[in-house]
């Protein structure tokens, strides 16, 4: 298994462009996460999916980003107009049933940092 | 709401010297907690994890942490530090659901020769 995988690395992009990035997780893991890390700082939650379904969103996922996983597999994040505050570093994660499970875990890819210019 | 706080944004020992990153938990109920280990760019790995069966958890590369419910604490040791042990290092929880991670603000760990 080649584990989780994003796409792009980076994207640089002009303030009101809208981006999209693409998350692969490792197969047959049902849930997927989103989370934004900004310099100094931890990862902050975004959203959740288990299967399809998007069961959590954090305040934090305003009116301009919107995430999808349509067929249960990959995601997409999408944010729409972008400003200067949403560069940062956005991580995808992915795990087989809950987190703390006793043979599971949540697996990161390595991200898609975001320069908004 | 469930959160973890990490004392010390950057932690410098000298080779061989033990490590001990702190960690304070906050949460309405009993937790899950995880120590997250992030080289640069890199993904993040998880280090360890206590789900509540013993209370000293052993990880992956010589590390272990204690969970402590009575100082809600969940510090990181090693013995002694090696020169690929640099990197920054999260400590997060979960609530009973473990349905999401929350992380802490980080602690960076230089390592001296």
């Known amino acids: 298994d080649t584990g989780v995988s994003q796409d792009p690395r980076h994207k640089i992009t002009k303030r009101g462009q809208n981006v999209t990035f693409r998350c692969d997780p490792i197969?047959?893991?049902?849930?997927l996460y989103w989370y934004r890390q900004t310099l100094g700082q931890g990862p902050e939650f975004l959203t959740y999916?288990?299967?399809?379904?998007?069961?959590?969103k954090s305040r934090l996922l305003s009116d301009r980003f919107s995430a999808e996983r349509p067929k249960g597999s990959f995601s997409t994040l999408e944010i729409q107009r972008t400003e200067q505050g949403d560069s940062a570093m956005y991580l995808c994660?992915?795990?087989?049933?809950?987190?703390?499970?006793?043979?599971?875990?949540?697996?990161f890819g390595q991200g898609t940092r975001l320069t908004v210019v | 709401a469930q959160s973890v706080t990490q004392l010390g944004s950057h932690v410098s020992v000298s080779e061989g010297a033990l490590v001990l990153l702190r960690c304070n938990y906050s949460?309405?109920?009993?937790?899950?907690l995880f120590w997250y280990v992030q080289y640069p760019n890199q993904g993040l790995q998880l280090l360890l994890k206590?789900?509540?069966?013993?209370?000293l958890v052993k990880g992956i590369n010589g590390f272990e942490a204690e969970f402590k419910k009575s100082e809600t604490s969940f510090h990181l040791t090693k013995p002694s530090a090696h020169m690929s042990d640099a990197a920054e290092y999260f400590c997060?929880?979960?609530?009973?659901?473990?349905?999401?991670?929350?992380f802490g603000s980080g602690t960076r760990l230089s390592i001296r020769p």
């Open positions: 994660a992915s795990s087989l049933g809950e987190v703390a499970g006793t043979n599971t875990e949540a697996f």
């Open positions: 197969s047959e893991h049902n849930r």
């Open positions: 999916f288990q299967n399809e379904a998007q069961l959590e």
């Open positions: 949460s309405s109920v009993p937790p899950y």
């Open positions: 206590y789900t509540s069966a013993a209370t």
């Open positions: 997060a929880v979960s609530d009973r659901r473990a349905s999401k991670i929350i």
